[in-house]
């Protein structure tokens, strides 16, 4: 009996969210009234936003927090605050706190509010910069190099203020069929897709009713933490039996990280992680699980044609601390499924603690890459315990070897 039950068929597909969430700065204003800074949701691919287009920020949150000063073009020393305070030395601040559609705030601001608008200074320069969600419980803050320096300064960086752990969320606690892609929010208690935008630039002169084409402030906001995804198939060999997943685990990855954005690199050759990852307690008890009940889809096969497996079912769907993976960090995943012949009275086969090794997952580089979608497709297909007799011949007992007469 051979004893290898899982077959990985397409061990990692890695996907880059990058340019995928954009906030645009809508401005509404005439020759002779100040416009309003406010804040709509846009989207950089399609041209249109919501809570249903996955290239919106308020499709992943409804919240943001945003940073803002500017520099008088008539007197450079002059620098005031416009969301957030002023830095009085080299320190993290809180920003200001924008909410998609909060019908408490202000209509007339658009789709993200704020309280107390701020109005467009035509003689000012104007940096910005903004991460999500806004939560007690994002540790990220934007960190100010020195005094009174400007937003969009090259030696300011986003920071984590404290560590920030992992609780193991997997949003494919009830499995479905396809990738779900949001639900760490602020609405729960679990882990926070967390994210940051780039820095902006503009001008208050910009910003008049005769000039629509650039009255726009792109933030495009990045994930800043890796994403796992874990599907499930099966073979052909066991396609007409009832297969069901009952639990999932994936042990040993590091939980806990520090977030400096001045370390994270990314462009064609390299990418670098922003986060130093490591263990929020010796020895680790964070585990990423599903337990339950699932049985996996049955495939099909065409009168003139190859078997078509059915459609994989997403068993995991976790965030995960960008890190770097090797043997010694003993990261493993153990599945636990049955095998059942589709008919009545057969017995259900168990298979318990099948395990994998996430250093032998070559696809994956040993790494979880800072704003990476990984997804791992496992096909079960066991051999089937084949009993195959063999005959010999009876020796005979040589006669000087007889003990007595018969």
Known sequence: MKTRHLIIVAAAAMVACTNQEVLTDALRESNSTPSAIGFNSYSEKSGKAGVNDINSLEFFHDSFVVYG???SVNNPER??????????????LNGTVCKYKDPDMDANLGDWRYEFPRFWDRQAKYWFRAYAPASEKNPVRLYFNEEKALVGDNDNKFVTKSPYVLVGTNIQATPTESEKLKGFTTQNNGDLDLMVSNSVYELGSNHDSYNKTNSAVHFIFRHILSKLNVTIDKTEAVDKSI???KEIRIEGLKDCGTYDSKKYVSNADTVINGWTASYSQVPST????????????????????????GTPIYFIESLI?????????NVKMYL????????????EQAFNDQEIDFSDITEFNNEFLEGYNYTLRLTIGPDLIMLTPEMSSWTDLATDQRIGDL
């Open 69 to 71: 000063n500017k520099q």
């Open 79 to 92: 620098i005031d605050s416009v969301f957030g305070r002023l830095a009085t030395g080299a320190e993290t």
């Open 243 to 245: 297969v069901t997943l």
């Open 286 to 309: 964070y585990t990423i699980t599903f337990t339950g009940s699932k049985a996996l889809n049955n495939g099909n096969k065409p009168v003139d044609g190859p078997h078509q497996k």
């Open 321 to 329: 601390m960008p890190q770097q993976i090797t043997a010694d960090d």
């Open 336 to 347: 636990s499924y049955s095998i059942k012949e589709n008919k009545e009275g057969a017995p």
